[in-house]
């Protein structure tokens, strides 16, 4: 550190006063230092929780099965099961993000404006009529 090495080549031809600058120069310059530790602590620990959400993915993805525009949790029996997770935040981002249902569903006489959409990245899957699946996951899971 170039003050330090002011410090030792001045030695004690020093008056009190430059004594006292160069400290609060050395005091502000650790506490830059600190300000930069916390800076790397803050990226480190976003890294690990990173990590942590790929490795779970990556535990997942055995269990994930697809059924139309979007991801499931796949049941003991193979079946897509639970909530649909947007195909594109998996894809690309490796996270299971929960679509939620936008528009009114298809009915016998009228025709569907029915949306799963990610609440993550805002895509919106089209649902078909003849998707009765989700439906019928809806219903049973309670919307
Ligand atoms: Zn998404």
């Known amino acids: 550190m170039e003050i330090v090495k002011a410090i030792r080549e001045a030695g004690e031809?020093?008056?009190a006063?430059?004594?006292?600058?160069k400290l609060a120069?050395?005091?502000e310059t650790l506490?830059?230092?600190r300000i930069e530790v916390v800076n790397v602590q803050d990226v480190v620990l976003d890294r690990e929780k990173r990590i942590k959400e790929l490795e779970?993915?990556?535990a997942k993805t055995g269990e994930l099965v697809r059924?139309?525009?979007a991801y499931y949790i796949q049941s003991d029996e193979g079946k897509?099961?639970?909530h649909p997770k947007c195909l594109r935040c998996w894809d690309v981002d490796h996270r299971l993000i929960n679509l939620y249902r936008s528009g009114t569903a298809a009915t016998s006489s009228g025709a569907s404006n029915a949306k799963n959409q990610c609440p993550s990245c805002n895509t919106a899957y089209t649902v078909a009529r003849s998707d009765t699946?989700?439906?019928t996951i809806n219903e049973t899971m309670g919307g």
């Open 13 to 15: 031809t020093f008056q």
């Open 17 to 21: 006063a430059e004594w006292k600058l």
């Open 25 to 27: 120069d050395l005091m």
């Open 31 to 33: 506490a830059d230092a």
């Open 56 to 58: 779970d993915a990556l």
């Open 67 to 69: 059924h139309l525009d």
């Open 80 to 82: 897509p099961t639970g």
């Open 133 to 135: 699946f989700l439906v």
